[in-house]
């Protein structure tokens, strides 16, 4: 998430011009922001925005990645919650969806990776196996009224259903979406 105040601070800039430099990140087509939702009804949601880059390699570069990444690190989860980012933004693109795409997080710490159309919410875990904590972020958010589908994506190879949460295996998930099944079934 982008702390302006932070970022300004850290380099010595002020706040409006960390805001242009992640303008002309965007304007140039090095990344991209993901607003936050706001349309909940029970939960005030925090109000910064995420960033990411347009390729992963463009993050593995910055964080210096090493060529054999640990598959149970914090690298490896955001670099594949990027990925699948990545695959969303270029799929609503490419169907010429006027649908917004955001992210979620409240200020009691819940959180959802992703939320297509204020309907669809999606949650990104590198974990080979779902566990009931990796859900907290979905299951919160179906208290904010208009959610009406609620997926987990994972390396976990068994597809699951918890509670009205589809929990899939990222190949899975990217063959139904671009088949066009991820929201004709939220639709349903």
């Not at 302006?4 to 990140?25: Q, R």
């Not at 995420?50 to 989860?77: A, H, W």
């Not at 969303?88 to 955001?102: C, M, Q, T």
């Not at 597809?159 to 063959?175: A, N, P, R, T, Y």
Request: net charge neutral; proline share 3%.
């Amino acid at each position: 998430m982008i702390n302006y105040s932070n970022i300004a601070s850290d380099i010595g800039v002020s706040e409006p011009t960390v805001k242009n430099y992640y303008e002309i990140l965007e304007d140039t087509l090095i990344g991209f922001q993901l607003l936050p939702w706001r349309g909940g009804e029970s939960r005030k949601s925090v109000a910064t925005s995420k960033f990411y880059f347009f390729d992963t390699g463009v993050l593995n570069t910055i964080l210096r990645t090493p060529q054999e990444l640990d598959k149970n690190s914090d690298i490896f989860g955001k670099i594949f919650e990027q990925f699948i980012a990545q695959e969303l933004r270029a799929y609503i693109s490419y169907r010429r969806l006027d649908v917004p795409f955001n992210f979620w997080r409240s200020l009691q710490k819940h959180e959802v990776d992703f939320i297509i159309d204020g309907q669809i919410a999606i949650e990104v875990k590198s974990a080979t196996k779902v566990k009931p904590d990796h859900l907290k972020g979905l299951r919160a958010i179906k208290d904010e009224g208009k959610i009406t589908a609620r997926y987990l994506i994972s390396f976990d190879s068994s597809e699951k259903h918890f509670d009205g949460i589809v929990c899939m295996h990222w190949e899975s998930f990217l063959k139904d979406l671009w088949k066009d099944q991820m929201i004709l079934r939220s639709k349903s």
